[in-house]
């Protein structure tokens, strides 16, 4: 840790893994969620819908907001003072869609890149028929002049056609053999608005990078109300974005608003509100990687997530999944005294002092530890608690290198 990478590609160990939030379903479950009609039976019937059986949480997605219930005063205080988060969230909702893919890609690595022991996520189905949910956010629209539309649905082939591009995380859509059968759903911001939903097919991989983890994919519409009305919505996002850039600009190491859209277990939209830290640049890395509080479940991967404050051009966040095993997290912090007091600055040698923002942390004396900080002075063993705050986090990205090569091709003409 601590040392800045030279070549992109040769990135050493990123020590904050966990599980992937891929949602996995049968066929029939996905069918239904692909139908609306069938959906719509399911809820009117009030049959038992599928994140009953989610693990992860215990207080029935109460803190996942749905889009009907969001209003200014679901934002955290003083947030909902601030103008313009408010309705940058309303643009990130609109422009959230759902993901089912059908098949697992036969070329998924069996690890993490530059890991020797984290298990790509879904490696053991690859090369399978295998239903997955996950979620993206659409980031682009071109109209495409003097060429025919090749979309799907397209019956007439009309003159006119727009691309849109959709940025989710890799492990969601790994390649075009996964891409070419995913479905994207937008718009299913309501379980009692089925006939709203618009879906999208025939995608393609324009980019994607599986150490960083994220995924640009494009797909070809010939619907010019839909693509006029993306776009639009594209633009008012990125003024939103821009007008709060220089929110936290200075301090990259302090605590920050995390809002997250997602669709949990291939449902209905869902809102997250919650704070994080860039755990990327505190180790010292070239990368961005994000641990937050946000409320995630099994579906959110691929979802978008704003920082406040966070570079329009220079940044591109998608959850990546979440932490489990808070037993590696506390060799980390053995391992790398220097780390405790970036991650908790109130933090003091020899002192139990609990920062008031990590509740959930606390620290015991070991009189045996012989560790030290660059003080020399003992220092005591952190123990995490299973609540550790941070628990979720996204995927890593590397500014300076991904966002030189993607706009290098003009890839994006609503910025």
């Known amino acids: 840790m601590g040392q800045f ?32 009609g069938s959906l719509e039976k399911s ?131 790994f390649d075009d053999e996964e891409a070419e059968d995913m479905t994207c759903s937008l718009f299913y911001d309501d379980e009692n608005k089925l006939k709203e939903i618009i879906k999208l097919t025939g995608f393609k991989k324009i980019w994607s990078d599986s150490g960083g983890d994220l995924c640009l994919l494009s797909t070809v519409t010939c619907n010019e109300e839909l693509s006029k009305k993306l776009s639009a919505k594209i633009k008012e996002f990125n003024k939103c974005w821009s007008s709060l850039q220089n929110m936290h600009e200075k301090d990259k190491t302090q605590e920050r608003l995390v809002i997250l859209v997602s669709h949990p277990h291939g449902r209905a939209k869902r809102i997250s509100f919650g704070f994080g830290i860039d755990i990327g640049r505190i180790q010292g890395h070239d990368f961005n990687k994000f641990v937050y509080s946000s409320p995630t479940c099994p579906g959110t991967s691929g979802g978008p997530v704003y920082v406040l404050g966070n570079n329009l051009y220079a940044t591109e966040i998608v959850h990546g999944g979440a932490l489990n095993d808070f037993t590696e997290i506390e060799n980390i912090f053995k391992r790398e005294p220097a780390l405790v007091t970036k991650l908790f600055p109130s933090y003091q040698t020899g002192s139990s002092v609990i920062p008031l923002s990590f509740s959930s942390v606390y620290y015991t004396e070991d009189t045996s530890s012989e560790m030290a900080t660059e003080n020399s002075e003992e220092l005591k063993i952190l123990n995490i608690d299973p609540k550790f705050k941070f628990s979720n986090y996204s995927a890593r990205w590397y500014p300076d290198f991904i966002t030189n090569f993607i706009y290098s091709f003009n890839w994006f003409q609503n910025t």
């Open 5 to 36: 990478l030279s070549n992109p590609f040769s990135k050493p160990r990123d020590l904050f893994y966990g599980q992937h939030e891929v949602g996995e379903a049968t066929e029939e479950i996905v069918a239904s969620l692909e139908d609306s």
């Open 43 to 173: 809820v009117n019937a009030n049959t038992k819908p599928v994140q009953d059986d989610c693990k992860k949480t215990v207080n029935g997605h109460r803190d996942m907001i749905a889009v009907k219930d969001f209003t200014i005063n679901s934002l955290p205080e003083p947030y909902h003072k601030i103008d313009g988060i408010y309705n940058l969230t309303t643009c990130l909702i609109y422009l959230t869609v759902r993901i089912i893919t059908k098949k697992v890609s036969s070329k998924r690595p069996e690890f993490v890149p530059n890991t020797d022991k984290e298990c790509y996520p879904l490696y053991e189905n690859r090369g399978n028929r295998h239903m997955g949910l996950g979620t993206g956010r659409i980031c682009d629209v071109v109209e495409e002049r003097g060429s025919k539309c090749t979309c799907k649905e397209c019956k007439t082939k009309c003159k006119k056609s727009w691309t849109i591009k959709v940025f989710t995380a890799t492990h969601v859509v």
